[in-house]
């Protein structure tokens, strides 16, 4: 098996563990299929034996011995909701376990080039088994004290050591996600999601064989456009030798491109969700089955959009949204919505890992949220920004300057993700005079000075008006 993989890697310009992820991901296909066909029916505690089996040996075939980490984990976690599930203590000690052994595991792979090791599948564990530990607490708080959001995931006891396997071993979303909460999956083994088919092929192959296709696509043109544009020439002489437009134009289509095999593993991992039926979300009001219960990547909405909180959401949806449901919303105690938006990026910084690459994307990250939405609160308040971002006319234009300008502003900060050392980054962000930090760092304070300047007193015949001209700005 080393032989193969090591050939097919050679083959296709990749590492082994690449492939061996892509393998494992592609294997949940005929695993779904063989569950959807003869084990769906059966009762529950043959299903989490199932997902609980599997995942072990894709866990292995990945990972060898190291699975262990997860496995200690995992117990860990059993412990404490046998000992004091439901109370804040549970809570404080799963976040502080959980993320301090996925630390741990971080510090023991330090490598400059990110390499794929057990801490792939130990990032979706953390967030899965903290998920559990709180949805607990909030199940015995009684449901008056919850927000409707939080009702749907809380849970009124704490899941067996099996129940607890299974949910966080299912192939199909324990490598690189999605996020479902235990009381989906609880819900999902007892039979209470179901288009109710009868003969045939099960109605969930025909979307989830969609979305492998794509997901597929996806791979496949970040392989042939990342022979193109590949990573390391931002790290040469002949880059350097660019002039400036040609340097952020590279980053640009080079960035859009480098979220191409997230975007594609995601959508493979979906479609086994889609097929084993985890993703079944009920029908749309004219009858049609919907299969976005666990999706991670809405696809139209993130090639199409132009405004990023619009791009965030649609983009590894479902971590987006357990981040806002068990940090940022849960910081609202700090009555300042920014500062819950600072903690929640430095956690999702810490939880990608200890090279300062993440904690610089993530800056990067809120300086872009911070300057476009000022820039937006400003262009209201100008008429000829507003009648130009109305036009119909002008609509095309609007959307390609948007477009643009939103995907640079993330594949600039994507440099920094990617390329993880500050040797290595910081030498791409030099040689762009640190375009994208500028930008964004002075923009604020343009749109602050600007519309301090339209509202300044002027005066007009002796007469001093306090108001923005609403007929000439």
């Known amino acids: 098996m080393d032989g193969i993989v090591n050939t097919v890697a050679v083959s296709l310009g990749t590492t082994d563990s690449a492939i061996r992820l892509l393998a494992s991901l592609f294997l949940g296909f005929p695993l779904g299929f063989v569950y959807r066909t003869v084990i769906h029916a059966k009762p529950s505690h043959i299903q989490h034996f199932y997902f609980t089996f599997f995942g072990l040996a894709i866990s292995y075939f990945n990972f060898g011995w190291e699975l262990l980490h997860p496995l200690i984990n995992i117990f860990s976690i059993w412990l404490l909701l046998s000992v004091a599930g439901g109370t804040v203590l549970s809570v404080g000690v799963a976040f502080m376990f959980n993320t301090g052994y996925l630390i741990l595991g971080y510090l023991q792979n330090t490598e400059a080039i990110y390499n794929i090791s057990w801490t792939l599948a130990q ?50 979303g324990f490598l690189v996600g999605p996020q479902y909460s235990m009381k989906r999956y609880m819900s999902f083994t007892q039979g209470a999601f179901t288009d109710s088919w009868r003969e045939g092929l099960p109605h969930s192959v025909g979307p989830a064989t969609i979305r492998l296709f794509l997901g597929i696509l996806y791979i496949a043109v970040f392989q042939i456009i990342n022979i193109v544009l590949p990573t390391e020439y931002m790290l040469t002489t002949n880059f350097d030798d660019l002039s400036l437009f040609s340097k952020c134009a590279y980053i640009l289509f080079w960035g859009k491109n480098a979220i191409n095999k997230y975007i594609g593993c995601w959508m493979v991992a979906e479609a086994s969700c889609i097929l084993i039926g985890l993703s079944y979300n009920g029908k749309d009001i004219n009858g049609n089955v919907l299969w976005d219960g666990c999706t991670n990547m809405k696809l139209y909405q993130y090639e199409t959009c132009t405004d990023l909180h619009h791009l965030i959401d649609s983009f590894n949806h479902n971590t987006n949204k357990w981040m806002a449901r068990y940090v940022f919303k849960r910081l609202r105690f700090l009555g300042n919505k920014q500062l819950s938006q600072i903690m929640t990026l430095f956690y999702l910084a810490v939880w990608h890992g200890v090279h300062s690459g993440y904690y610089m994307n993530f800056f990067l990250e809120f300086l872009v949220s911070n300057s476009l939405a000022e820039f937006i609160k400003f262009s209201h308040k100008v008429r000829i920004l507003r009648n130009i971002n109305d036009s119909t006319t002008l609509m095309p234009l609007v959307w390609l300057v948007k477009k643009i300008t939103i995907t640079f502003s993330l594949s600039y900060a994507l440099v920094s993700f990617v390329l993880l050392s500050s040797d290595y980054y910081m030498k791409v962000y030099r040689s762009v005079y640190y375009i994208g930090h500028l930008f964004h760092l002075v923009m604020p304070v343009v749109c602050l000075l600007l519309s301090m300047l339209l509202s300044k007193p002027s005066s007009v015949n002796g007469v001093n008006t306090n108001r923005v001209d609403k007929k000439t700005s």
């Open 123 to 172: 990032c979706v564990l953390t967030l899965r088994l903290t998920g559990v530990v709180m949805d607990v607490y909030d199940g015995k708080k009684g449901e008056e004290k919850l927000t409707a959001e939080q009702k749907e995931s809380a849970l009124a006891k704490s899941p067996s050591l099996l129940e607890l396997l299974g949910h966080t071993y299912c192939f199909c």
